[in-house]
């Protein structure tokens, strides 16, 4: 665990509070010291602290009730979905009130003239694709979580998933959201109806995204996606995953918009094998393509993606021949992360992006650091928007070892960073990487941000100590270098 | 024009704001009374406002220069592209400072690899395409005047155009962008190297579309997309224009995402036959249906139109021959606003947006308002997304007819709300259209923005009294209704 440089302020709800909140929830408020117990951290355990309250409100009139009575006690509030997420965003403040929202799980209505579906925060991903499946339809956002991870925590993360590729991350996919402010008010952002280009300032952009610190999202209106025609996914087997990453670049140069795009390396493929024994071919790296649209394009554009896998010298390249064997393809690949224990006691799963055409670069730079470091990192990745999973794998049962693989992934991340990257794709900061934020932005962005903040939440009570830097975590740090002209100074641009 | 209800506040620009105004622009400074009277509006000209200098800065600096000038003696500006917008968006107030980009129209660099382009806020929209069409690319976004409006200006107001309906609007396309707040600071928003889904707030997502009063863009990073493979053109004529929407409705639901679905009125296709001779055929509706893709996909796809359009009764039905036959219907279609002028001595042009499928009963309460009020409606839109532009036909040279004819144009913004649709689909709001925000918002919704304008700008000096209603030029108007769970009770959602 990271040792904070000064101690947490103590936060006590005052009994009033307390009992208005029993008043207003009844046994939708959780007191009892062993239940709280189980909210101290989230898909990202080595970050623990135990809240004061837990509320699990049915309606947005609760919501909205629990929200005053924080905002008018100035105590902190932490809202929590499935608590899948791998950045600590649902972690809680020591002693602060958690608002839970796995009870508000119900999918209001469905309109399939306008292609929306109006939801409850607390319904999970898949639930939307199965409400409308029978029609044709479904929710594109595809987290590794799916099937547990909920739409208010998709809407805290921006989630993505192998497929935001081709369909965009939940900002594409939310057109509403109905949010209670941190000081009690309750307000629309984006469309009620889904209409397109509202006028005013696109606050639902900003609010998506947005970790939990702008207010608690408390409904939403989504957009749904027909299925397309025809799906195939090819396995292509490379010797170096340079080849595999060139490969990528070739389709995507070749106007090709493929619906996934992943790399796995030879660690993953081992560990990914030993767990769920998807049948990957033995290679140093594997390129999964997922191509979907009318069969005919389909057909074309997929003799066109083995033609070059063929050219950068692909080993093998195996075509799934049916929706059972596409699927053993991908449980394979959305296993790799928790298949890491097969080969490793611990691991770090970090999440950061760069400029596509600079994969090759930056994975030799990670493979040096694994060399000087001694630890081994392992790499699955969507490489088709050039956002990274390297892994970090260690051994907790050996002392200081944590703290090394957390310094590696860190360095990892100003690799990302000093690339033209960025420090999360889609599992966003929150505890983890508050004090990367600081690598990443000048100074004068992170005090728009957190003036923008203040317009939302002048006290900080949503989510303190997230997503920004403080000094009381993060210290004193230089912020990164605010350069003019990015394009040029990265040397990436042909100039004028 | 609109009368205030109370004087504007009086501006003087400090002498000695002028002569440092002076020091650094040279011949970039305006104070000639004839030359600031050319900046007295934008496109729409039924609003006029001299302003007391004109700046026209040639770079970055300079434009962070003249913004510090403004916050440090509390002077409001106005930043201006080309000056085409339809809202009222780049007038300026009374004596202010107005800050044109036209200087700074430089393409600063391409990057064909990770398909950016890095731009100048004084480009043209054209300008962009023209750089890199040679690689097979275009910049998608195509407000009918891209030829001549700017970058600036398409961020300012989240421009549109008729191909939006596939490719998503300005913010689709503008990947980061290097701005001076109104305080003076320069920062970036979004990616400086164009990076997917950065950490922290999407600021950029608000500031695109924020209408000029968050700050100064001074240079972009631009998506450009690959042409595609076909392009096909089809021209349906129908006997009553119900059956057109019914046939954008049913494109739709099929699963085909059209590039763009345009219907012109009656009235429409007289004046732009008269204006432009696009042979059109003589009839109550005209709808256009543009498909592009991968040739086999278009040739599929154009046959299933072409059947829906049938079974909806076409009188008639044309596919484009050639490119250049595609030209002379998209000219039809583009200067059809201009062309009103063939049949009304003067027209106002309005933008609301409305769901799809309210189409049909909104246009038959457009028709009853012609009919109640006696002024004529003519109607061309973006049908795909519900993006309406009405037009109110009138005659200037009678006394209050224009008011009468502003008065119907807002009673029609009103339509469109009340449907669950929009002010404006992609004219912004503006000065045209500000007392109408009340309309659409509650006040919670105004309050936040207020708030976020605030965290940008203090001291509202960038474009004041626009985008807002203020009771100076609004008057104490009620809200519209704060509905809680919209698709339900506008009653087009299936309830479970």
Redesign the interface.
């Known amino acids: 665990m990271l040792t904070p440089t000064a101690p947490a302020p103590t936060i006590t709800i005052p009994a009033a509070m307390l009992a208005e909140l029993s008043r207003v929830l009844g046994t939708g408020l959780i007191l009892d010291e062993a239940q709280r117990q189980t909210y101290e951290c989230d898909g990202l355990t080595n970050f623990r602290a135990v809240p004061g309250a837990v509320t699990l409100p049915r309606t ?1 009139a609760e919501v909205q009730a629990i929200v005053r009575l924080c905002h008018q006690h100035r105590i902190p509030f932490v809202s929590r979905g499935a608590g899948t997420g791998l950045s600590g965003g649902a972690l809680p403040t020591e002693g602060c009130v958690v608002i839970g929202l796995a009870r508000m799980n ?11 579906v ?1 939801a409850e925060p607390g319904v999970t991903n898949s639930q939307v694709t199965e409400a409308v499946k029978h029609r ?1 339809y479904f929710f594109a956002p595809d987290p590794s979580s799916q099937t547990v991870c909920t739409l208010g925590g998709n809407v805290a993360e ?1 989630a ?1 998933g192998a497929h935001c590729l081709k369909y965009g ?1 939940t ?1 594409t996919h939310v057109l ?1 959201c ?1 949010v209670v ?1 941190p000081t009690g ?5 984006g ?16 609010f ?3 970790e939990g610190t ?1 207010g608690v999202v408390t ?1 939403v ?1 989504l957009r749904i996606v ?1 299925k397309p025609e025809t799906v195939q996914t090819l396995l292509a087997a490379f010797d170096n995953i340079g080849a595999a990453a060139q490969t990528v ?1 070739d389709v995507i ?1 070749s ?1 090709i918009l493929a619906s996934a795009m992943e790399i796995m390396d030879h660690t993953s493929i081992v560990a990914s094998e030993a767990a769920v024994h998807a049948g990957y071919p033995d290679c140093e790296a594997l390129l999964l393509v997922e191509l979907d ?2 069969t ?2 389909v057909n ?2 997929m003799q066109s993606v083995r033609e070059l896998a063929a050219k950068n010298s692909a080993a093998e390249q195996r075509l799934a021949q049916s929706d059972a064997e596409r699927a053993v393809v991908w449980k394979g690949r959305k296993a790799a992360f928790a298949a890491m224990g097969r080969v490793s006691p611990n691991y770090i799963v970090q999440d950061g ?5 600079a994969l090759p670069r930056v994975l030799a730079q990670f493979d040096a650091l694994s060399k000087a470091t001694g630890l081994r990192i392992a790499n699955v990745f969507h490489a088709g ?3 990274l999973h390297p892994m970090v794998l260690y051994d907790g049962s050996i002392a200081g070892e944590e703290a090394r693989a957390l310094d590696v992934s860190y360095q990892l991340l100003r690799l990302c960073v000093d690339a ?7 599992h ?2 929150g505890r983890e ?1 508050q004090c990367e ?1 600081s690598y ?3 100074q ?6 957190q ?6 939440d002048p006290h900080e009570l949503a989510n303190p100590e997230k ?2 830097p403080t000094p009381r975590l993060c210290g004193e740090r230089h912020n990164g270098p ?7 100074t ?1 040397g ?5």
């Open positions: 947005t119900r999918i209001l209505s469905v309109d399939f003239d306008n292609e929306r109006f044709g921006n993505g991350f900002s509403g109905e402010l008010e309750l307000t629309w952002l469309s009620e109806h889904g209409v397109v280009n509202e006028p005013g300032y696109d606050l639902l952009g900003t998506v995204g947005s702008l409904s209106v027909r670049s140069a106007g649209g009318p005919a394009e074309a554009q992006v760069i400029p596509r055409t928007d050039g956002n033209g990257g960025s420090i999360t794709g889609e966003g900061v990487k934020m990443m932005y000048a004068p962005d992170l005090a728009v941000m003036r923008v903040r203040h317009a939302f997503l920004f605010h350069r003019e002209h990015p394009l040029v990265a990436i641009a042909e100039i004028f």
